[in-house]
Nanobody, 127 residues
Framework: QVQLVESGGGLVQAGGSLRLSCAAS????????MGWFRQAPGKEREFVAA????????YYTDFAKGRFTISRDNAKNTVYLQMNSLKPEDTAVYYC????????????????????WGQGTQVTVSS
């Protein structure tokens, strides 16, 4: 069983930064994809970024490119999402997820391949 625990959310002014952390336990993650998704009120959950655990290759959605950076620490089994230049539209609950049924680059962007999810952490960006 995989457990994912997010932290690092909070309230920040527009233009500010936050770093989210996702501590993973319960499995060996060398073959896993780790991703960040977010869900704003009244909207569907959307992909933000992912990382291939084996070689740390990152994947980003368009709105995250240039502002967000995903990374991982093997020794700590932790994935990070550094978010800079935050905007009010980044306000959402951010979820960490992991999955092993990843067979192509496009899979990293798809929620269905992630079978373990954290509880979420709230990010609020004020204008």
């Amino acid at each position: 069983q995989v457990q994912l625990v997010e932290s690092g959310g909070g309230l920040v002014q527009a233009g500010g930064s936050l770093r989210l952390s996702c501590a993973a336990s319960g499995r060996t993650f060398s073959r896993y994809a780790m991703g960040w998704f977010r869900q704003a009120p009244g909207k569907e959950r959307e992909f933000v970024a992912a990382i291939r655990w084996s070689d740390a290759r990152p994947y980003y959605t368009d709105f995250a490119k240039g502002r967000f950076t995903i990374s991982r620490d093997n020794a700590k089994n932790t994935v990070y999402l550094q978010m800079n230049s935050l905007k009010p539209e980044d306000t959402a609950v951010y979820y960490c997820a992991s999955g092993s049924a990843v067979y192509s680059d496009s899979d990293y962007y798809t929620p269905r391949v992630y079978n373990y999810w954290g509880q979420g952490t709230q990010v609020t960006v004020s204008s």
